[in-house]
């Protein structure tokens, strides 16, 4: 537990800007593919991005050319960048590494991103 802290999330208005960051022990960073997934209310769990180890992205259709997901390997840190922040984007954003070798997820606690109309 604890493997995964998440910072950042909050209330901004329509097309407003929002930075996400999630710090991992070095152990599970080094080798996990880490992403963010969202979850808003009444909605089923969605993956929003993803970076593996060595950088390549993928991005839900939904965020692509407004969120931008990085990782910083010397910090252990994964960062999602959100722009043209939309109301349909209000979920509760959480932080994944996922360990290919032994098919297991870790979680972050969840964070509020709240995009007002």
């Known amino acids: 537990q604890g493997q995964l802290v998440e910072s950042g999330g909050g209330l901004v208005q329509t097309g407003g800007s929002l930075r996400l960051s999630c710090a991992a022990s070095?152990?599970?960073?080094?080798?996990?593919?880490m992403g963010w997934y969202r979850q808003a209310p009444g909605k089923q769990r969605e993956l929003v991005a993803t970076?593996?180890?060595?950088?390549?992205?993928n991005y839900a259709d939904s965020v692509k050319g407004r969120f931008t997901i990085s990782r910083d390997n010397a910090k252990n840190t994964v960062s999602l960048q959100m722009n043209s922040l939309k109301p349909e984007d209000t979920a509760v954003y959480s932080c994944?590494?996922?360990?290919?070798?032994?098919?297991?997820?870790?979680w972050g606690q969840g964070t509020q991103v709240t995009v007002s109309s």
């Open positions: 070095p152990s599970i960073f080094s080798i996990a593919i």
């Open positions: 994944n590494a996922y360990l290919t070798a032994i098919y297991r997820h870790y």
């Open positions: 970076i593996t180890t060595i950088g390549h992205t």
